[in-house]
């Protein structure tokens, strides 16, 4: 029998969290095989809350769930841990400018990649879901040194599946019959989501998808404002953000990881850039990847990149430059 491992999700009282542990509990993102202890982090206010959601884990009986370790103290949250699912973050209020929000998110990722960095196992795969989700993913690994880099990424999955789902709506398949959608750069609005390599398989032949779309322009206008602007529409018919949808992202994000992906398929993560498709180093910046079972993550080389990809590259990628500068510039001020 396999050795349980410990994984923590940070914000482990709120929404999203709240689809995903039973996710992690029910073996669909570390295997059926592999148990797991599971370690709740949120802030002490949320305790009581977080009480009652270790008594709903400890109600699903669910074998592969061991121990479970709720905690307002990083140190004991990130102790021994394989994966970190960082979802807790300070939410953006009325009125709050991007900036204001960043500062309050860099100090909290400040302190959770120094309990990393302190207290879990060197090969931990960290998956930042919280926005500002990539600049998040950027400071917690500069304050986990002792990590390597390849270890941290953010959460653009959910926009990738997003997208998937879109144009299988728009070509009327079944949503697995698409592949190879890319989201570029920044979970944001300034993401660019390209179905350029996508392909769909209509009557078992595969296509690419701009030619089974005839090329209508489609593609470069209401598709990518669509999934821009797709959690925005889910807040303003929900009045709250998209979260089954984000637990499930999350749980894919890390399955794809741990597990590996599909041969001939790839799939988004925003990863620390090596320059791959001339972005800008040292930016946590989405690209497609391929991961073999158990091992590192590859960024796909070579897709051409059109001009009107290129133009949308630069955008995200000048956004995240900016948002790394604004987030240097709070942690000197301390
Ligand atoms: P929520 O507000 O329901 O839950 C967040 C939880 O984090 C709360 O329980 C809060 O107490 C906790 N928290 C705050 N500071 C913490 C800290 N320092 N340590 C530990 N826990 C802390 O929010 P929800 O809906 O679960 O969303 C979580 C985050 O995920 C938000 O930042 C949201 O913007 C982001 N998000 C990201 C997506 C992506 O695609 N990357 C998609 C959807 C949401």
Request: net charge neutral; aromatic share 6%; glycine share 6%.
């Amino acid at each position: 029998p396999m050795k349980p491992i410990n994984v923590v999700v940070t914000g482990a009282a709120g929404q999203i969290a709240y689809s995903l542990l039973y996710q992690l509990a029910a073996g669909t993102v570390f295997g059926p095989d592999q148990p797991i202890n599971l370690h709740l982090l949120d802030i002490p206010v949320m305790m009581k809350v977080l009480e009652g959601v270790v008594m709903e884990l400890e109600d699903l009986a669910l074998p592969l769930l061991r121990e479970i370790v709720p905690t307002a103290d990083p140190a004991v949250a990130f102790k021994d841990v394989a994966a970190a699912f960082l979802v807790g973050a300070m939410p953006r209020k009325e009125g709050m400018e991007r900036k204001d929000l960043l500062a309050a998110n860099v100090e909290i990722f400040k302190v959770q990649g120094e309990a990393l960095d302190k207290y879990a196992r060197k090969d931990v795969k960290i998956l930042v879901v919280g926005n500002p989700a990539n600049t998040n993913a950027l400071i917690c690994s500069h304050y986990a040194p002792s990590i390597p880099k390849q270890n941290f990424s953010a959460m653009t999955r959910l926009d990738q599946n997003r997208a998937q789902a879109a144009l299988a709506a728009r070509l009327n398949v079944q949503v697995d019959q698409v592949k190879k959608v890319i989201i570029w750069g920044n979970h944001s609005s300034t993401q660019y989501p390209d179905a350029a390599h996508a392909t769909v398989t209509l009557q078992g032949s595969t296509k690419s998808v701009p030619a089974a779309l005839n090329q209508d322009n489609w593609l470069q206008t209401t598709f990518v404002e669509t999934i821009q602007k797709r959690g925005a529409a889910v807040i303003a018919a929900r009045k709250m953000s998209s979260a089954m949808s984000a637990a499930k992202a999350a749980g894919d994000h890390m399955r794809d990881w741990w597990m590996g992906t599909k041969p001939g398929e790839y799939v988004s993560m925003a990863v620390f850039s090596d320059g791959s498709y001339g972005i800008p180093q040292n930016i946590v910046f989405s690209f497609p990847v391929t991961i073999e079972p158990h091992g590192q993550y590859k960024i796909v080389q070579g897709l051409p990149i059109s001009e009107f990809a290129r133009s949308k590259l630069t955008v995200t990628a000048n956004e995240l430059e900016e948002e790394r500068a604004e987030a240097y510039k709070v942690l000197q001020k301390k």
